[in-house]
């Protein structure tokens, strides 16, 4: 079946330190999202990216949806401590259809 | 806050026993979507209900059932519950979208099975 790798698993970075992480398919995805989660409560919806190529900003995040529609990066610029969390990138194959999620990478933050 | 509403927040229940979910989607949203997190995993998609019919489904066994009801809210059922059921379960609820589909969870049911 289809699998997302997220990497790295996990990072500790000095405050106002910016951050990059990725995720990679085997498959092509039509759409891209990534999510956040706080301990105990559920995914929040970060950014959404419906093109290959398209580069979206929400605040001091940039999502990228790979050209190969295979792969994408968020980018968190200046991280501070609200930060922290885990974040997955999930992959949609076709509209309305089900999320395939990533393992999550663990941000720590440092102030 | 994304207004999906997901009860109860926790239980325990015993092994062979059964359980029932209830999720209320957000205002205007027609599609609801399950998934079950493990811990330290990310979400598995469980299944997904669209005007009250299943509309996909993940690889889970039919002692995984759902409902949906005309007001769009949803239940998930797991029959004979098995200790590797203990996990958070996710409901999602989404708006038609041509462009794709942006799912917004709620907080989750925190199950626990003994």
């Known amino acids: 079946g289809q699998q997302l790798n997220q990497s790295p698993q996990s990072m500790f970075i000095q405050e106002g330190e910016d951050v990059s992480m990725n995720c990679t398919s085997s498959s092509i995805f039509n759409t891209w999202l990534w999510y956040k989660q706080d301990p105990g409560e559920g995914p929040v919806l970060l950014i959404t990216l419906y093109k290959a190529g398209e580069l979206t900003s929400n605040g001091r995040l940039t999502a990228q949806f790979g050209i190969t529609r295979k792969d994408s990066f968020l980018n968190i610029s200046a991280s501070i401590p609200s930060d922290v969390g885990i974040y997955f990138c999930a992959g949609q194959l076709e509209y309305g259809n089900k999320l395939v999620f990533g393992a999550g990478t663990i941000l720590r933050v440092k102030s | 806050e994304t207004g999906v509403t997901q009860s109860p927040t926790h239980l325990i229940k015993t092994r062979g026993q059964q359980v029932t979910l209830r999720c209320s989607s957000q205002s205007g949203h027609n599609t609801v979507s399950w998934y079950q997190q493990a811990l330290g995993q990310g979400p598995q998609f469980i299944f997904q209900y669209y005007r009250e019919e299943e509309n996909g489904r993940g690889n889970f066994p039919p002692r995984f059932s759902g409902l949906q009801f005309p007001n769009y809210s949803s239940e998930l059922n797991v029959n004979a519950l098995e200790l590797d059921d203990s996990a958070l379960y996710l409901c999602?609820?989404?708006?038609?979208?041509?462009?794709?589909?942006?799912?917004?969870f709620g907080e989750g049911s925190r199950l626990t099975v003994l």
């Open positions: 999602a609820s989404s708006l038609e979208n041509p462009r794709g589909n942006e799912l917004f």
